[in-house]
Nanobody, 130 residues
Framework: QVQLVESGGGLVQPGRSLRLSCAAS????????IGWFRQAPGKEREGVSC????????YYADSVKGRFTISRDNAKNTAYLQMNSLKPEDTAVYYC???????????????????????WGQGTLVTVSS
């Protein structure tokens, strides 16, 4: 069964850090461009950060540049999102997704607009609050 499973979400105070994990099963993560997306209540799902299958290219939304770092360990079939200096506006459900047909800009840098990416995780909630 092809699936992505996110973990690592939770409640954290502003300024603190969290690391999200995205574990793949049923397929080879290294064949896919991987992205982290988030959806806050009442808002559209947006691309946060993406990484190419070769690790050579990454993309970050302006809102997270300098605070978030995306990485992947293809040997472990897992991708990560290190989130530092968290802000209340980072509160959202975070999803990872993979697709073989997009580069990092195509996956994260344009609105999803109903695109059906090849594989999605179920999401993990991140709440930043004091």
């Amino acid at each position: 069964q092809v699936q992505l499973v996110e973990s690592g979400g939770g409640l954290v105070q502003p300024g603190r850090s969290l690391r999200l994990s995205c574990a793949a099963s049923g397929f080879t993560l290294g064949d896919y461009t991987i992205g982290w997306f988030r959806q806050a209540p009442g808002k559209e799902r947006e691309g946060v950060s993406c990484i190419s299958n070769s690790d050579s290219n990454t993309y970050y939304a302006d809102s997270v540049k300098g605070r978030f770092t995306i990485s992947r360990d293809n040997a472990k079939n897992t991708a990560y999102l290190q989130m530092n200096s968290l802000k209340p506006e980072d509160t959202a459900v975070y999803y990872c997704a993979g697709d073989r047909h997009y580069n990092v800009l195509g996956l994260c840098g344009i609105p999803l607009a109903g695109r059906n990416l090849e594989v999605w995780g179920q999401g993990t909630l991140v709440t930043v609050s004091s």
